[in-house]
């Protein structure tokens, strides 16, 4: 089955520790994206990423790392979690690098930073 | 800059009422346009998209270039429609896709 799958799907933690959520897509897809949704806000881009070893800012990318070392998956790590950053997460991927095609989301990760 | 406008951001209705979801995009070129979904606890999936024409779970949506707008439309509300709507835009090439801030339809029965 074509999926993109998120782990862990709800996480607690405390200011300061690091942590990674990680995102793998198993459609051979070539572009990868991260999203935060937050009530009132909508959803807003993080980080993407073309293709392996390419990645980009997005909107919001402040407080946020990503890797793309393999095609499959696209972690994203918070070096020192802030409160700020208490929130659903998306892991998207399409079929070609570029915005026409549409989207596979993931089941999405909430993430509560004490 | 390129921009996806949802103007409502609660929309109630009541069950067989008609829906129009609202999106107004700025972009001068050729747009693709996306409607997406997502429903309580769930991943966001794609609805429908511009290009297909085609119409999914009763919904329709309509480019208008004129007037820049996508708007969703379905004649007769059901409660299972009750979700969070996702307009958005894309150009092309090797840019993401800009998403509007979403319309949370809630169908009254």
């Known amino acids: 089955e074509a999926q993109v799958t998120q782990n862990p799907r709800y996480l607690i933690t405390v200011t300061g520790k690091k942590l990674t959520v990680t995102c793998s897509q198993n459609m051979n897809h070539e572009y990868m994206s991260w999203y935060r949704q937050d009530p009132g806000l909508g959803l807003r881009q993080i980080y993407y990423?073309?293709?392996?070893?390419?990645?980009d800012k997005g909107d919001v990318p402040e407080g946020y790392k990503v890797s793309r070392k393999e095609k499959r998956n696209f972690p994203l790590i918070l070096e020192s979690p802030s409160p700020n950053q208490t929130s659903l997460y998306f892991c998207?991927?399409?079929?070609?690098?570029?915005?026409?095609?549409?989207?596979?989301f993931g089941d999405g990760t909430r993430l509560s930073i004490l | 800059a390129q921009r996806v406008t949802q103007p409502e951001k609660l929309l109630s209705v009541f069950k067989g009422a008609p829906v129009e979801l609202k999106c107004n995009y700025s972009y001068s070129g050729s747009p693709e346009l996306f409607w997406y979904v997502q429903y309580s606890r769930q991943r966001l999936q794609l609805l429908l998209r511009h290009i297909s024409r085609e119409s999914i779970k009763g919904f329709t949506a309509d480019l208008n270039k004129g007037e820049t707008s996508f708007h969703l439309k379905k004649p007769f509300a059901q409660e299972e429609d009750s979700a969070m709507y996702y307009c958005?835009?894309?150009?092309?090439?090797?840019?993401?896709?800009?998403f509007g801030k979403g319309t949370r339809l809630s169908v009254i029965a």
């Open positions: 990423s073309m293709n392996v070893e390419v990645t």
């Open positions: 958005a835009l894309g150009f092309g090439g090797n840019t993401p896709l800009v």
């Open positions: 998207a991927s399409s079929d070609f690098p570029g915005s026409n095609q549409p989207q596979h």
